[in-house]
């Protein structure tokens, strides 16, 4: 990673990260990935703002992907703190118990299944395994927004009308026909 580009992915990155994970501020996520495009475009306007020419939309990309990353790794634990915070880790051992208590019809093996992961929501296993998925999960959306957030950002953002969307040099505009003699 270029050194320009890793100070613009690391503070988007947290911008993603802590908006993701507050309670009700991260209800924008369900707005088509609010914060994490906008962290990814949040990334190429920065790394243009350290750029003296344009950056190109791999640039743009690259910042984008980078930022969702770092959002990721940022998000799982803020939004585990708040978790535990607000009583949200009991909810699935609750949720496990209103199960139990209500289906008396159920086979045994399903009910040794649901008793099994009762246990393990309390176990230090279970908090590992929920971290990880957690952190898969929030991996693979972030990537793939962040890097479209990025995307977007380069081709808002670039500077100068003397590149093309894309990085290459743009072509001048072709000179105007010639006007015909007028005779009168």
Known sequence: MRASLFQPALLAGIVIGVLSALPIVSAGNCCCCMWVIGGGALAAWLLQQNSSRAITVAEGMLAGMAAGIVGAVVAVPI????????????????????VLESAQSMPPEVRDAL??????????????????????????????FATLGGLVGALFFRKGPETSNWGAPAEPPPPPPPVPPSTI
């Open 79 to 98: 939004s585990l703190a708040s978790q535990a915070l607000l009583g949200g880790l009991g909810m699935e051992r609750d949720f496990l118990n209103r």
């Open 115 to 144: 008793e099994r992961a009762r246990s393990s929501s309390l176990s230090a296993g279970g908090g590992v395994l929920r971290v990880l998925l957690l952190l898969v999960f929030s991996l693979a959306v972030n990537l793939v």
